[in-house]
């Protein structure tokens, strides 16, 4: 298989971090590995965990265009990995192949999520990922807006309210014109 980054390497067999199987390109180094060889791996080494320690300095490449799977020829989909990296794995589901650019595996064991790689890949995932960024864009609109003390203070009251037993009469009060006139 010719490498699906640089289109100048050959992808040999090798093993990722020496855990499980995979063909990494002879030129750049990244890897390309089948999710069914790191589920397999993960199911027979349960008591694992991926050590970053020994990982000094990352430097993960990231692919902005598309990338093409080096099995079927098709346009692989990208995942984000957090709501705080805007770097993004290839996958190919119908092969059900990751391409992994030279970096980002130390990348994903630093960020303690290498031992997640196949759940990175799924809707509810992704899906995660999209609500925390929606909420942390509203959260920092809001702080703009209000400024950050009154925005604490709104979070602390907005807190308080939403565990208070009496939260539907506290919200009548503070939404009426004049709680002082309303007729019971």
């Not at 390309?32 to 027979?44: F, G, H, N, Q, T």
């Not at 008591?47 to 990338?67: L, R, S």
């Amino acid at each position: 298989m010719k490498c699906t980054a640089c289109h100048e390497g050959k992808l040999v067999p090798s093993f990722l971090d020496s855990l499980f199987r995979c063909h990494t390109c002879d030129h750049c180094g990244g890897n390309w590995l089948l999710i069914e060889d790191y589920i397999s791996w993960k199911e027979r080494h349960p008591e694992h965990v991926f050590e970053d320690d020994k990982i000094e300095n990352i430097d993960a490449e990231d692919t902005v265009g598309a990338m093409i799977c080096p099995v079927t020829g098709g346009i692989m989909s990208k995942f984000r990995i957090s709501k705080d990296h805007a770097h993004r794995l290839d996958y190919s589901a119908r092969v059900g192949g990751v391409w992994l650019n030279r970096g980002e595996w130390e990348m994903l064991v630093a960020e303690g999520l290498a031992g997640n790689l196949n759940a990175i890949l799924t809707d509810q995932w992704q899906q995660r990922i999209r609500a925390e960024r929606t909420s942390d864009t509203f959260a920092n609109l809001y702080r703009q807006k209000f400024g950050d003390s009154d925005y604490e203070k709104a979070l602390e009251i907005r807190q308080w309210l939403s565990d208070h037993p009496q939260k539907p009469d506290l919200r009548a009060f503070l939404m009426a014109e004049n709680p002082f006139t309303a007729i019971e």
